[in-house]
T-cell receptor, first 107, second 121 residues
Framework: DIQMTQSPSSVSASVGDRVTIACRASQEISSWLAWYQQKPGKAPKLLIYAASTLQSGVPSRFSGSESGTDFTLTISNLQPEDFATYYC?????????FGPGTKVEIK | QVQLVQSGAEVKKPGASVKVSCKASGYTFTGYFMHWVRQAPGQGLEYMGWINPNSGDTKFPQKFQGRVTMTRDTSISTAYMELSRLRSDDTAVYYCARDFGTGLPNWCAPWGQGTLVTVSS
């Protein structure tokens, strides 16, 4: 199975900050990576797919990038509604594995 | 709009089975794979597999082989996930999630609201 790691596990930030979350795959996955946002008590929501394509309706302050097996989710100008946990998921090969998550907390 | 509505919370004893339903609306049910994902309390997301509602084909990670069954009833646009021989560490919220596109299975969007399954003696 492909292992996904994320860093940091949590980050404290203020409204207006720029936040960067890293995700690394244990082997090549091309661009078969998604990012999800999950708020407490709610189902996850797809933010970005194919490593850098923004899902319809997702604010443009969210962006994704890739470099080899390293992927990055960037939130520019952090808003109050962005405080949540973010997960990456690879869908290059079965089983489709998730990263352990990164919690974005209010500083 | 696309909507997935899951069945209500369940409490089961160890060794029992649970069957969670996921009723789809707002799209052609047989046109999109359906995924299942679970989340233990305070933990991350764990992928459980998919079903092709058109053919009934399923695929599960090795971890769940022999314990999970995924079925569907196309007449009522509903997918089911049954987990048998329940253990306390199966306590989790179980989500169904439609596949994003109409090709091979990949991204999960949208998701159902989740079903809490508690396994306790």
């Amino acid at each position: 199975d492909i292992q996904m790691t994320q860093s940091p596990s949590s980050v404290s930030a203020s409204v207006g900050d720029r936040v960067t979350i890293a995700c690394r795959a244990s082997q090549e996955i091309s661009s078969w990576l998604a990012w999800y946002q999950q708020k407490p008590g709610k189902a996850p929501k797809l933010l970005i797919y194919a490593a850098s394509t923004l899902q319809s309706g997702v604010p443009s302050r969210f962006s994704g990038s890739e470099s080899g097996t390293d992927f990055t989710l960037t939130i520019s100008n952090l808003q109050p509604e962005d405080f949540a946990t973010y997960y990456c998921q690879q869908v290059n090969s079965f089983p489709f594995t998730f990263g352990p998550g990164t919690k974005v907390e209010i500083k | 709009q696309v909507q997935l509505v899951q069945s209500g919370a369940e409490v089961k004893k160890p060794g029992a089975s649970v069957k969670v339903s996921c009723k789809a609306s707002g799209y052609t049910f047989t046109g999109y794979f359906m995924h299942w994902v679970r989340q233990a309390p305070g933990q991350g997301l764990e992928y459980m597999g998919w079903i092709n509602p058109n053919s009934g084909d399923t695929k599960f990670p090795q971890k769940f082989q022999g314990r999970v069954t995924m079925t569907r009833d196309t007449s009522i646009s509903t997918a089911y996930m049954e987990l048998s021989r329940l253990r306390s560490d199966d306590t989790a919220v179980y989500y169904c999630a439609r596949d994003f596109g109409t090709g091979l299975p990949n991204w999960c969007a949208p998701w159902g609201q989740g079903t809490l399954v508690t396994v306790s003696s």
